[in-house]
């Protein structure tokens, strides 16, 4: 587990929070945005509606793993009031989220900066690999944009720290289908290699100007296409030597597939190679 600046450092006073209009709706309740005066930031406020003792720890937990990460392409925690009505306060990212900004842009985004999305999502990934925790639900509604430039890694609502020989077995049936592994989707297996699939259908939605992924099929019948070899076809953007690192990441056996480190270096050689070249 990484060390975090301690807990004490993430209390902070409603006071020094001024709330504003409504930007979305989360899982548990609306998301506002605001400024966070001290830092004077803007800052994205998560609300907790309905939130009895067992929902106020699920709302927190993804506050509580959000401490211990400190990188240039992962959301940054700003604050957390723990008392009623309970807030996790967050650094705010004006452009929103990747899926709909690829949509809104997509006249104007080149090959060049949606490689260098997926190259700071797969550096975020691979931070994350370092501590052996998975995030399990990797895809472009998950990731924001700071500027141009920039994208974040956000939602550690279904993160988990796993052991090294071990993987985190999901219960709960919140599960994006068409974004997982088989053996994920099999038997609830989740580790850093069912990650890797994962950021490879986000790469996938990253150069398919944010079609869902499998939008022809239904969730049921996902697995056995896999099963029988089936994969995502190759977004029509897409470089071949991308695509072809695409299908590593597909493949059926989690150790055939490469690690983020290792991604990370081939996707910056693809980058280099495709526009330098
Ligand atoms: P949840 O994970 O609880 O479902 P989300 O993280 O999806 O909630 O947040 C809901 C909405 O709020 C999203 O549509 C997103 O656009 C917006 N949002 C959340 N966090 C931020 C942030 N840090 N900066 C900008 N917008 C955000």
Known sequence: IPEGRGDYKY????DDVDVGQILGEGFFGEVHEGIYKSEKTRVAIK????CTADVKEKFLSEAELMKNLDHPHIVRLIGVIEVDPVWIVMELYQHGELGKYIIEQ?????NATLILYCLQICKALAYLEGFNMVHRDIAVRNVLVASPECVKLGDFGLSRYVDEQEYYKASISRLPIKWMAPESINFRRFTTASDVWMFGVCVWEIFSMAQQPFFWLENGQVINQLESGIRLPKPQHCPPTLYSL???CWAYE???RPSFCQLACSLRYTAV???TC
């Open 106 to 110: 997509q006249y104007i985004l080149t």
């Open 254 to 256: 989690p150790h055939a």
């Open 273 to 275: 190679y495709l526009y």
């Open 11 to 14: 209390k902070i006073s409603r």
């Open 246 to 248: 695409l299908s590593r």
């Open 47 to 50: 609300t907790c509606k309905d």
